[in-house]
């Protein structure tokens, strides 16, 4: 499978940006996504996470009731709205798809995802 990102760019603090990350395949609707973020010199990290069946959404405590993650199973794309943005936000933002369907433990451990995006990058100036 494939993962494509986009969305990403300059914006100001306090400003909004909408990251969309599309993928291949037919089976999409079955695995639990995320995002993740990667900011220079640190490790990467998770953000958020989606749950295969739409059920349940999870976030990072630093961006809770800031971004939203979502899915549109027929177009086979996930997104992530964030808004609120900070300079700490600053990173690249990776999406990413479990390596298992239909399960979600352990969903912030990049180690249960195996198809990956190529990243695309958020700068927030302050």
């Known amino acids: 499978v494939q993962l494509q990102a986009s969305g990403g760019g300059l914006v100001q603090a306090g400003g909004s940006l909408r990251l969309s990350c599309a993928t291949s395949?037919?089976?999409?609707?079955?695995?639990?996504v995320g995002w993740f973020r990667q900011a220079p010199g640190k490790e990467r990290e998770f953000v958020a996470a989606l749950m295969y069946s739409g059920a349940a959404t999870y976030y990072a405590d630093s961006v809770k009731g800031r971004f939203t993650i979502s899915r549109d199973n027929a177009k086979n794309t996930m997104y992530l709205q964030m808004n609120s943005l900070k300079p700490e936000d600053t990173a690249v933002y990776y999406c990413?798809?479990?390596?298992?369907?239909?399960?979600?433990?352990?969903?912030?451990?990049?180690?249960?995802?195996?198809?990956w995006g190529q990243g695309t990058l958020v700068t927030v100036s302050s």
């Open positions: 990413a798809r479990r390596s298992v369907p239909y399960t979600i433990s352990n969903y912030a451990s990049p180690d249960e995802y195996t198809s």
């Open positions: 395949g037919r089976t999409f609707s079955t695995y639990t």
